[in-house]
C-alpha cells in the first residue's frame, strides 16, 4: 500500500481455503481482484454512458472469477452488466459495454492473461 492509500483492507481476513474449499466469512486474492474489476468497469461503463449522454437510471456490474488450480491462475473474469437506460437499444447497449471493457484500467491489465467475458443485460424503464 502506499502511504496515502485509504488502508480500508487492511482488516481483510484472506485465506487459502477460501480460494479452493469453504469460504468461512474469509475472502481470497481472486474474489478481491473480481472486485477491483466490477468497480473499475462500472465507473469505465458509467463514464461512456455520460459521453453518451445517457445516464443510467440503474447499473449493476457483477464480476466472477474462474480459478484454475491447475494451471494456478485466474482463467477467465465473467462480467454481468444489467442495466436501465432510457432510450438506448439493446444493440447500443452492448456496444457501450465494449467499449467500457475497453476503457477500464483493470481490463486493460489483466487483457491477454486472463479471458474477459462481458454479457449485457438492458431492462426496460418502469
Not at 485509504?6 to 469460504?23: C, D, Q, Y
Amino acid at each position: 500500500m502506499t502511504a496515502d492509500s485509504s488502508k480500508v483492507l487492511e482488516e481483510i481476513p484472506v485465506t487459502r481455503a477460501s480460494r479452493v474449499e469453504r469460504p468461512g466469512g474469509k475472502t481470497s486474492p481472486e474474489e478481491l481482484i473480481a472486485a477491483a474489476h466490477a468497480s473499475c468497469y462500472s465507473m469505465a461503463f458509467s463514464n461512456v454512458l455520460a459521453q453518451k449522454d445517457a445516464p443510467p437510471v440503474r447499473l449493476e456490474v457483477e464480476a466472477v472469477a474462474t480459478f484454475d488450480a491447475d494451471q494456478v491462475k485466474i482463467t477467465t473474469i465473467d462480467l454481468n452488466v444489467r442495466g436501465e437506460v432510457p432510450g438506448m437499444s439493446d444493440e447500443e447497449f452492448d456496444a457501450a459495454a465494449q467499449e467500457a471493457d475497453q476503457a477500464c484500467p483493470v481490463s486493460n491489465s489483466l487483457r491477454g492473461s486472463v479471458e474477459i467475458r462481458v454479457q449485457t443485460q438492458l431492462s426496460e424503464p418502469g
